[in-house]
């Protein structure tokens, strides 16, 4: 695969080591030569068998100093549309946002969470498949099915992300914008790593994360030690 110059030039400036969170961030933030605002992403290798239920990683935190984006919230509600309004959601309806699911009017960028009441659920089951693989379908587990709107909404918007282990046992979460400065992407991503940590499966053996690697939207990955 060819690779853009700026790929090129920062890959010659890294060195064959791992680096601290620390170092790394401060490396990426330097060489960030784009016009646009980069993510800083976080990339796990753990050590699961993600096809065995007792190995499944995932949990929800909230970063402390948000992710750097405003999320679009959609809240699918027949019985708190008026608090979900008043809890500032991008889009809030019933019925009539699972039809524009199944036409595909919905999916046109507006919305990062879905947030849904729990008597929608038996009616959303009908587009689980197309939510899903999205990443949008509403979860108890990721607490996007509640009737806790407001405050559901409110921590999403302060930086609530969730996270889950993939098919191939691998964790992957933007921590932040490269505006943010080093400070606060640090503390974002200690919380992130701390969280993991913590969500170690039962039935995970043996050492947990196996490598830990960290990049900006549009620079080569870096290895980092704890």
Do not use: W
Request: one cysteine or more.
């Amino acid at each position: 695969m060819k690779r853009a110059k700026n790929y090129r030039a920062v890959t010659e400036k890294l060195e064959e080591r791992s680096y601290s969170l620390e170092e790394a961030i401060a490396f990426l933030i330097e060489n960030s030569k784009t016009k646009f605002d980069q993510s800083l992403e976080m990339h796990l290798r753990l050590n699961i068998d993600p096809k065995k239920g007792d190995q499944q990683v995932r949990a929800s935190i909230v970063l402390p100093h948000g992710t750097g984006k405003e999320l679009k919230i959609a809240v699918i509600t027949t019985t708190m549309a008026a608090e979900a309004k008043k809890s500032g959601a991008a889009m809030v309806g019933g019925e009539e946002m699972i039809a524009d699911i199944k036409s595909g009017k919905f999916f046109d960028g507006k919305y990062d969470v879905v947030v849904a009441t729990p008597e929608m659920m038996p009616k959303l089951a009908s587009v689980a498949r197309i939510l899903g693989p999205k990443g949008l379908m509403p979860n108890p587990k990721s607490e996007t099915v509640t009737t806790k709107i407001a405050q559901v909404v409110a921590s999403l918007k302060k930086g609530k992300v969730q996270f889950k282990n993939d098919a191939g046992s691998n964790i992957h979460q933007s921590v932040g914008k490269l505006s943010m400065g080093s400070a606060k992407l640090k503390e974002n991503a200690e919380v992130f790593l701390d969280a993991v940590k913590k969500a170690k499966p039962t039935g995970a053996k043996g050492r947990y994360i196996l490598n830990i690697s960290m990049c900006s939207t549009m620079s080569p990955g870096i290895l980092i030690h704890e």
